[in-house]
């Protein structure tokens, strides 16, 4: 029978394996930037290829991309499950995340979706100035209300991530992560404010059993690409020496796999468990390009090979 998302999603973030009709994959994508029948392709075509979750915001194409997703999902109930993240306005500027505040945007976002509830909701960054209990009171509500079913965060230092894991599970609610992660580590200066998933966020992710969301998760495409590139007009972020040297040993092993280096590069990231590798692919054939990872058996010696050279 087919797999419905509503059914399985929240069952399958807290487990490491999957049945084989489903992947972890979150699909991303220029959702509101675009034209609807470019976003309804690449939708139908991740849900029909075992997708479960597509993710936006409610800041995404300057406040249009929740209602763009919505539009598939009318047409499409029950298919694919929905994460969305509130905290950022429309310019990309972090807002406080005053509980009624937060509540406006999550009850925008069910109208712009046209959901009754929300699968996933995260604050899109942190608010330091409130103490970590009354934005986990906060979350708890938006469940408690029936907005939301499951909460989480994106982007907040790992003490900080740690105090809200600790709030939320003591009050049986898991939490989901969301930072960036891949093969290649960026350069932190080049992030513009958008946190990688260090050494000490995996720490708190690993100690409280987090799923983690981990976009840009083929490093905004540098894996797929040779030489020196900018990203939307500034240096890339992954461009540095190290991850140069992680693209030309995911080159050389994707030769003897036949297979491509960016593939390999996401095939590392999938043989982390409990990592949901986000992808922004702009056509069908890249989702497939994605999908090719899951066939890729990596030993320990290799994931430790592309990742250190040794």
């Known amino acids: 029978m087919p797999h419905s998302p509503l059914q399985l999603l929240d069952g399958l973030l807290d487990q490491e394996d999957m049945e084989t009709a489903v992947h972890r994959f979150v699909l991303g994508g220029p959702f509101g930037?675009?034209?609807?029948?470019?976003?309804?392709?690449?939708?139908?075509?991740?849900?029909?290829?075992?997708?479960?979750?597509?993710?936006?915001?409610?800041?995404?194409?300057r406040g249009r991309a929740e209602a763009a997703v919505g539009e598939w999902l009318r047409g499409n109930p029950g298919t694919l499950g929905v994460a969305t993240k509130v905290g950022h306005d429309t310019t990309g500027a972090?807002?406080?995340?005053?509980?009624?505040?937060v509540h406006d945007h999550v009850r925008a976002?069910?109208?712009?979706?046209?959901?009754?509830?929300i699968d996933?909701?995260?604050?899109h960054c942190d608010d330091p100035?409130?103490?970590?209990?009354?934005?986990a009171d906060t979350l708890v509500g938006l469940v408690e209300a029936g907005y939301v079913r499951r909460v989480g965060a994106s982007n907040w230092r790992a003490e900080r991530l740690s105090e809200l894991a600790a709030e939320l599970v003591g009050r049986g609610h898991t939490p989901v992560a969301s930072y960036q992660f891949s093969l290649a580590e960026p350069d932190p200066a080049r992030l513009e404010g958008s946190l990688h998933a260090d050494s000490a966020v995996l720490d708190v992710v690993r100690e409280h059993r987090l799923p983690l969301f981990g976009w840009s998760s083929q490093a905004r495409?540098?894996?797929?690409?040779?030489?020196?590139?900018?990203?939307?007009?500034?240096?890339?972020?992954?461009?540095t020496e190290a991850n140069r040297a992680r693209r030309r040993r995911c080159r050389e092993l994707a030769a003897q796999l036949g297979s491509r280096?960016?593939?390999?590069?996401?095939?590392?990231?999938?043989?982390?468990?409990?990592?949901?590798?986000?992808?922004?692919p702009r056509t069908t054939e890249q989702i497939d390009r994605s999908?090719?990872?899951?066939?890729?058996?990596?030993?320990?010696d290799r994931l430790d090979w592309l990742r250190n050279g040794r």
Do not use: C, K, M
């Not at 139908?44 to 194409?61: I, K, M, N, P, R």
């Not at 797929?224 to 992954?238: I, S």
């Not at 390999?264 to 468990?273: F, I």
């Open 109 to 117: 976002a069910l109208g712009n979706l046209g959901v009754e509830v």
């Open 221 to 239: 495409g540098f894996f797929a690409h040779t030489g020196t590139r900018q990203v939307n007009g500034r240096p890339d972020p992954y461009d």
């Open 33 to 61: 930037a675009e034209p609807a029948e470019a976003s309804a392709e690449r939708l139908t075509h991740f849900a029909d290829a075992g997708g479960l979750l597509v993710e936006t915001s409610h800041s995404y194409a």
């Open 120 to 123: 996933v909701l995260l604050y």
């Open 261 to 280: 280096p960016e593939t390999v590069a996401l095939a590392w990231t999938l043989h982390h468990p409990g990592i949901w590798p986000s992808i922004g």
């Open 291 to 300: 999908l090719e990872a899951r066939r890729l058996t990596l030993t320990d």
């Open 129 to 135: 100035a409130r103490p970590v209990a009354e934005l």
């Open 94 to 101: 972090d807002i406080p995340l005053g509980r009624a505040l």
